[in-house]
């Protein structure tokens, strides 16, 4: 298999979009709502638009054989409480039709090598605490729940379900 992760470029944006809502449709369809799954796709084009840009240093796009099937961001961390010495991985998400294929173990282990290259000596991620699969993809690699919660997105927003930090050391 071919598979290769690079660097996004603005010309990547709708294939992101693409991934990010067919993900989101597949895998919380039992988790959340779907007007809530509704809602926050129809920002998905805008918000790549937006975020990805020729300066780009932290959202990827995995590839097989030129196809993008997957999309990661790989960070510094936006939570306070945690220092220097994290980084985290803010997304990781595969097209449905790449599910349990090793895809994600190729990303997880991207995020890793990529956080350990910069001196990095933990890695955080938050998840829905619904999504019982994905807990369960990142305990097989490592990561525990470290306790905190919260119910509002970065941006402010109430979120539909409560999500969990998780934690590893590198």
Request: aromatic letters at 12%.
């Given at each position: 298999?071919?598979?290769?992760?690079?660097?996004?470029?603005?010309?990547?944006?709708?294939?992101?979009?693409?991934?990010?809502?067919?993900s989101w449709e597949a895998t919380y369809e039992t988790i959340l709502s779907a007007e809530y799954i509704r809602e926050k796709n129809a920002t998905r084009l805008e918000r790549?638009?937006?975020?990805?840009?020729?300066?780009?240093?932290?959202?990827?796009?995995?590839?097989?054989?030129?196809?993008?099937?997957?999309?990661?961001?790989?960070?510094?961390?936006?939570?306070?409480?945690?220092?220097?010495?994290?980084?985290?991985?803010?997304?990781?998400?595969?097209?449905?039709?790449?599910?349990?294929?090793?895809?994600?173990?190729?990303?997880?282990?991207?995020?890793?090598?990529?956080?350990?290259?910069?001196?990095?000596?933990?890695?955080?991620?938050?998840?829905?605490?619904?999504?019982?699969?994905?807990?369960?993809?990142?305990?097989?690699?490592?990561?525990?729940?470290?306790?905190?919660?919260?119910?509002?997105?970065?941006?402010?927003?109430?979120?539909?379900?409560?999500?969990?930090?998780?934690?590893?050391?590198?």
């Open positions: 298999m071919n598979i290769t992760t690079r660097l996004a470029t603005p010309s990547d944006a709708p294939h992101m979009a693409d991934v990010c809502i067919r790549f638009k937006q975020n990805i840009t020729n300066e780009n240093d932290n959202a990827y796009v995995i590839q097989k054989d030129g196809k993008t099937i997957g999309i990661m961001k790989i960070a510094p961390t936006e939570d306070y409480d945690l220092g220097d010495s994290f980084y985290e991985l803010h997304y990781i998400y595969l097209h449905p039709d790449y599910f349990r294929k090793g895809i994600g173990t190729h990303a997880i282990n991207f995020a890793f090598d990529k956080a350990r290259a910069l001196g990095k000596k933990f890695i955080s991620v938050w998840v829905f605490s619904k999504n019982k699969d994905s807990i369960k993809f990142y305990e097989k690699y490592g990561f525990k729940t470290d306790g905190k919660t919260q119910t509002h997105d970065r941006r402010g927003k109430q979120m539909e379900c409560e999500c969990i930090r998780m934690r590893k050391i590198l």
